[in-house]
């Protein structure tokens, strides 16, 4: 198939028509637990549409939207333990990764550095090796699949710029020992990074008290994206650093913009992201936010419950509203839930069955799913 600019426009209906047939081919999220990312909330995307125009890329023409920028940062560093956090709404969990590790290589003055990572980190850190040349080095977890500090330790040398650790991690939801690792950054005087591209909008909403942010001293900045749990649109990510020391370390100098500097990876860049965030945020409160992550690990417990029924065990107890199932062939079912409509995802190490809870399922979908997952492990194993 070769495509072509066309000659002459297509009126708007047909442009229409086409996308609609398009968009019909999408899978529908109803049937989707392979994904960490939502339904945008309706009141985030009216936001989202509001501000399509806008460019932070050069915050004085939007000054009203580079306003929500900056209140979006605050209250999510409040959220985090922090009431003065700097900086600034990025385009996801890759991008925020990639600008953190690159402002931490940066204050260290190394070109040769290297990172300490868990060996359950997100694959942008494989992205980071190559875009900053650096090392990245992956520690070991434990048998409840958190990192080992003591084999953080070992990869500590005079080299690292930066320590790692997960607050949600992809494939487990499990969140690392952050006030352990926090102490080793402290002890060898480098910054900690927390990936809680995840668990940023879950771990504050939980019964259950983790100590993970800016109340743990040694915590230079945090992940936190509001595309996944938070509800935003796509592409809203957020960094949020504990001073704004770090940010100065990731700033060009700009010329003919309406501010001298720059700190964010790319130049022109949405307003659409921030205010949809700060919509939803300020619509939902953090009333709101419980009741969402109530729902999702109500639906978690159910099925942990349902699967331990058919005689089959999670790896580790559900922090968050991330299950592995240990099975008999992962692929075999996965594939056989694909022939049902249902898309569900993998592990690694162990190898197990990956099911995410997020807000778009409904109670009924999800005893659907359950129903099809008894009837595919029951003639898994005859
Ligand atoms: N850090 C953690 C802990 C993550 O889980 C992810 C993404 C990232 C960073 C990177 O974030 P961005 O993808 O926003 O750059 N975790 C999921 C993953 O890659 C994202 C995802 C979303 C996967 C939707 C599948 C999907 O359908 O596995």
Redesign the pocket.
Known sequence: MMYTFPERGLSEEMVTDLLREMRGRDCSYDH?L????TRPHPVAVRAYTMFLETNLGDPGLFPGTAEIERRVVGILGSLLGCSDAAGYIS???????IQAIRAARNSSGRRDGNIVVPRS????FDKIADLLNLEVRKAELDDMLRVDVGDVERLIDERTVCLVG?A???EFGQVDPIEDLAELAIENNIPLHV?????GFVLPFLDRNYHWDFRVDGVQSI?I?P??MGMSPI?A?GLIFRSSDPVRRLETETYYLTVARQASLTGTRSGAAAAATYAVIMHLGTDGYRRVVRRCMEMTEHLVSEARAMGVEPVIEPVMNVVALKIDDPPGVRRALLERGWHV?MTREPKALRLILMPHMTEENLDLFLDDMKDVISSTRS
């Open positions: 989707l392979s994904t960490m990312c385009t996801g969990g890759t991008e925020s990764n980190a997100h694959f942008s997960i949600g991690t992809t990936d809680a591209a995840f668990g992940t994206d595309h996944k592409p990510g995802s």
